[in-house]
């Protein structure tokens, strides 16, 4: 079956600087990957999502690309704000089962 | 509230006792899942439902739980006989199903503590 894996567990970075979320993937089949961004005690909500038939994907401040040839896929996050503090998951899908990565804890520092 | 509900939000139970969880999905989602997740992990998939049919089934779901969608609408997930490794956050989410829609939108979650 598909397996997920994501890099760093924990990020921090300077308020304003970028993050950078690396994953990969095992399944060649998967075709979708989404990431989303949970808060504390909060639900799981998506941020951003790239199919396979792209490489690159941007929503202001936020970018996803994919390398399907690697089998890879990242999440960059430019200007950090605090409000980006929160768990991030990088996820991929074959037919809507959604295999989740471990995780990535960022904390964006004053 | 047009997004997906899960009730109850929190429970406590003792070990060997049967819970049920109810998931109520966006309206006319066809499609409804369930993940399990433990504090510091991605959810973990556990099942899906397309309308009422369930269709996946993941290892993890032992023989103890099962999952329900009777109507195509809301779900139950059941665990008999709790164990304390059972403890964790139930969540719901569900999606339309229709081609190319794939985001899955997540209910609350229930937190299920097994003393």
């Known amino acids: 079956g598909e397996n997920v894996e994501q890099h760093p567990s924990t990020l921090s970075v300077q308020e304003g600087d970028s993050a950078v979320i690396k994953c990969t993937y095992s399944d060649s089949a998967s075709n979708y990957f989404p990431w989303y961004k949970q808060e504390l005690g909060k639900r799981p909500q998506l941020i951003i999502d790239i199919r396979s038939n792209v490489g690159e994907k941007k929503d202001q401040r936020i970018a996803v690309t994919l390398n399907k040839t690697a089998k890879h896929f990242s999440l960059h996050i430019t200007e950090t704000q605090p409000e980006d503090s929160a768990v991030y998951f990088c996820?991929?899908?074959?037919?809507?089962?959604?295999?989740f990565g471990k995780g990535t804890r960022l904390h964006i520092l004053p | 509230d047009t997004g997906v509900s899960q009730d109850p939000r929190h429970k406590i139970t003792k070990r060997g006792q049967n819970v049920t969880f109810r998931c109520d999905p966006i309206s006319e989602h066809n499609r409804l899942y369930w993940y399990r997740q433990t504090l510091g992990q991605g959810p973990e998939f556990l099942t899906y439902?397309?309308?009422?049919?369930?269709?996946?089934k993941s290892r993890l779901l032992s023989d103890r739980f099962s999952a329900e969608r009777p109507k195509g609408s809301f779900s139950t997930l059941e665990i008999q006989r709790t164990e304390q490794g059972d403890s964790a956050m139930y969540l719901c989410?569900?999606?339309?199903?229709?081609?190319?829609?794939?985001?899955?939108?997540f209910g609350p979650g229930t937190r299920l503590t097994v003393l």
């Open positions: 439902f397309q309308n009422e049919a369930q269709l996946e």
């Open positions: 989410a569900s999606s339309s199903g229709l081609a190319g829609y794939n985001e899955q939108f």
């Open positions: 996820a991929a899908s074959i037919e809507d089962k959604i295999i």
